[in-house]
């Protein structure tokens, strides 16, 4: 009996999410991907010159969001060999408490001919840290995973292939003891769980979605997220088309809802009663879908749209039954989640890529030219501060503690009060 109980609990173990400590920013958005802050005093005001901890340049390019553990800040980064006309893709570990860069690993190198969209890199995804392991993606080029302890790669793969025409975008998702990849290209689109620890192939599927004609409808770069109804996980994976909800522990399909939309980049925000999810571009809208059913449950699941102004890039946000959605032009919206109903909008002005996060009743909107502004989480948003830093800013702020993470294109800052 207590064998048996034992396996089972080693069985529950294996697949449930990867519930992050506190203090900890281990994927992308933080624990499953929601941008939620649990900090007792994050940096409102900071800049060049205030609340700086410290600053640290970066080599190479790379739009990757910075993952955190302990005192590792890991990110990924891709570096012109100039000479040998390749591009090195290269992990970057630097220490979150004294900002002193302690590991810089190349994983792969590919042609310098390669091609991305000018909005993208070759090291976009953000890396996963399980318990022993980092995860670093990058699409088409190749996985690998890195021994936290010794800093060596000890696996890595490059045998999943797709035509992202405009570089890779999906970030890995950890449930369990594996990890989930999301190969959504021009020519196939499936979605793919490995061990951390080894990088085997623990289930594969294709995607389900009748595509259109044109190949470049059939892309996508969206970062699924574990949805936990009435303790039944579900892997929220949007693709060109179609966001599929599968089991998490097998690849099985459960549902999926159709819609006209491609080359989406926002990860789902969800609540108790709803999964929120944006279409990407040609039909650009927030669907707001509730639990169960199974098949197409597009008819009967699908609560409300809402389609003015959507993002196709940065992620929206949940702040008690608002949902807030900044869109590249910088105009941001208040829904209510429950109806879908707008509740206000502020134009912000400039370009954004950046996902905000959420913290203490305000949101972070990060602005390309690295304006960093910090607003209430209420319909109208008022400012509270506005910040600057240097340098391009694309990737998406994360949290350590008390630390505000920030990274450029030049840097990665540590703001602490």
């Known amino acids: 009996m207590t064998i048996r109980i034992l396996s089972l609990l080693l069985g529950i173990f294996a697949f449930s999410p990867a519930l992050q400590a506190e203090g900890e920013w281990a994927q992308f958005r933080g624990d499953r991907g929601q941008g939620q802050v649990n900090a007792q005093n994050l940096p409102v005001q900071f800049g060049e010159t205030e609340n700086l901890a410290w600053k640290t340049e970066v080599p190479g390019v790379g739009w990757s969001s910075p ?43 590919i042609p310098g001919a390669e091609k991305i969209h000018a909005d993208n890199s070759f090291a976009s995804p953000t890396p996963v840290i399980g318990e022993s392991q980092v995860i ?26 797709v ?56 892309r996508a770069f969206a970062t699924p997220a574990i949805w936990t109804v009435d303790g039944k996980d579900l892997l929220i994976s949007p693709g060109p088309d179609q966001v599929h909800a599968y089991d998490p522990a097998t690849g099985a399909e459960v549902w999926h809802v159709r819609y006209t939309g491609f080359s989406n980049v926002p990860v789902p925000v969800f609540n108790e009663k709803h999964v929120f999810v944006c279409t990407g571009f040609y039909e650009t809208e ?42 590249e032009e910088g105009l941001a919206v208040c829904l209510d989640a429950e109806t879908g109903e707008v509740l206000g909008r502020r134009r912000m002005n400039g370009a954004y890529s950046a996902s905000p996060i959420s913290w203490a009743g305000k949101l972070y909107f990060c602005e390309e030219s690295g304006r960093i502004t910090v607003v209430e989480a209420t319909p109208e948003m008022p400012t509270v501060q506005v910040n600057r830093v240097e340098g391009e800013l694309k990737a998406s702020p994360a949290v350590r503690q008390d630390d505000l993470i920030i990274r450029t294109s030049t840097h990665v800052y540590c703001f602490r009060q």
Do not use: M
């Open 136 to 161: 670093c993606h990058f699409g088409t080029y190749g996985t690998a995973g890195i021994d936290r302890k010794e800093r060596k790669v000890t696996w890595s793969r490059e045998d999943y292939h």
């Open 286 to 327: 927030i669907l707001a879908l509730t639990p169960g059913g199974s098949g197409d449950v597009g008819e009967t699941h699908v609560s409300w749209r809402y389609g003015r102004s959507v993002s196709t890039v940065p992620s929206p946000i949940l702040v008690g039954n608002q949902v807030f959605s900044i869109n």
């Open 67 to 109: 993952s955190i553990s302990g005192n590792e800040i890991w990110l990924t980064t891709a570096v012109k060999d100039e000479a040998a006309e390749q591009i090195s893709l290269r992990a970057i570990c630097v220490n979150a408490q004294t900002g002193t860069l302690e590991t810089d690993l190349e994983l792969f190198r």
């Open 163 to 218: 035509k992202h025409q405009g570089g890779p975008g999906s970030s890995p998702v950890p449930y369990g003891q594996n990890v989930i990849l999301t190969y959504d290209g021009a020519d196939e689109q499936f979605v793919v769980a490995v061990k951390q620890s080894t990088g085997e192939e623990v289930w594969k599927v294709s995607r389900s979605a009748p595509l259109r004609e044109a190949p470049d409808t059939h």
